[in-house]
């Protein structure tokens, strides 16, 4: 089973479409992280999260950490074809190791 | 440079072959992580270093993987006697630390495909 999950696995909207993915877990996270990975590349850090509740913004992109710090959102408002990757989120168990455990991923593909 | 390099990009080989990929982090970050990456399957860690030591190699397969880091430096990744469900992207990251807030920079992935 996997820790995190993430949905949808797959997303394609047109340019000027808001969306959000999602990333659960039935753990409590000390931290939360959302990269994006493009093709051929590593991922790329957007967001760390730490506290329960917190939301931060980034441009177009909102991040959400759930009270309990078991899940995230990420939104993205007016999506622009440059916004086209793939999102993983990467969680580290409160009271366990530093080693961050990853979702499967969203695919992201933005239409022009 | 100033990222995380890594060699080679893509890598074919036979299977029951040897490989060696090489991970390059950015100088001065103590940490280095290991991660397999197939498609739709996340990022699957492999094994994490923190200078030259390993405190943390949970996530190798099998014991035909194994890993190295010299000099706080450079790492290899070695897969011995190569299985076609290895094929897969192998990343490396560094950070400047191991603790819960430490950025990873990811490198952009050895590509290995066992034939």
């Known amino acids: 089973t996997q820790l995190l999950e993430q949905s949808p696995q797959f997303l394609s909207i047109q340019e000027g479409e808001n969306l959000t993915v999602y990333c659960n877990s039935s753990s409590v996270f000390s931290s939360l992280q959302w990269y994006r990975q493009e093709p051929g590349e590593g991922p790329v850090l957007l967001v760390t999260v730490v506290t329960g509740g917190e939301v931060k913004k980034l441009k177009r992109l909102t991040f959400q950490f759930g009270d309990a710090r078991k899940d995230s959102s990420l939104h993205i408002t007016a999506a622009q074809p440059g916004d086209t990757g793939l999102y993983l989120c990467a969680g580290r168990l409160a009271g366990g190791s530093y080693i961050p455990t990853f979702g499967r991923g969203t695919s992201l593909i933005v239409h022009p | 440079g100033a990222g995380v390099s890594q060699s080679p990009s893509n890598k074919v080989t036979e299977k029951g072959k040897d490989v060696e990929l090489r991970c390059d982090p950015i100088?001065?970050?103590?940490?280095l992580y290991w991660y397999r990456q197939s498609l739709g399957q996340g990022l699957e860690f492999l094994i994490y270093?923190?200078?030259?030591?390993?405190?943390?190699k949970s996530g190798l397969p099998s014991d035909r993987f194994s890993a190295e880091r010299t000099g706080g430096s450079v790492s290899t990744l070695t897969i011995q006697r190569t299985q076609q469900e290895d094929s897969a992207v192998y990343l490396c990251a560094s950070s400047l630390g191991g603790g819960r807030l430490n950025e990873q920079f990811f490198g952009p992935g050895t590509r290995l495909t066992v034939l």
């Open positions: 270093f923190q200078g030259n030591s390993a405190p943390d």
């Open positions: 100088s001065g970050h103590t940490a």
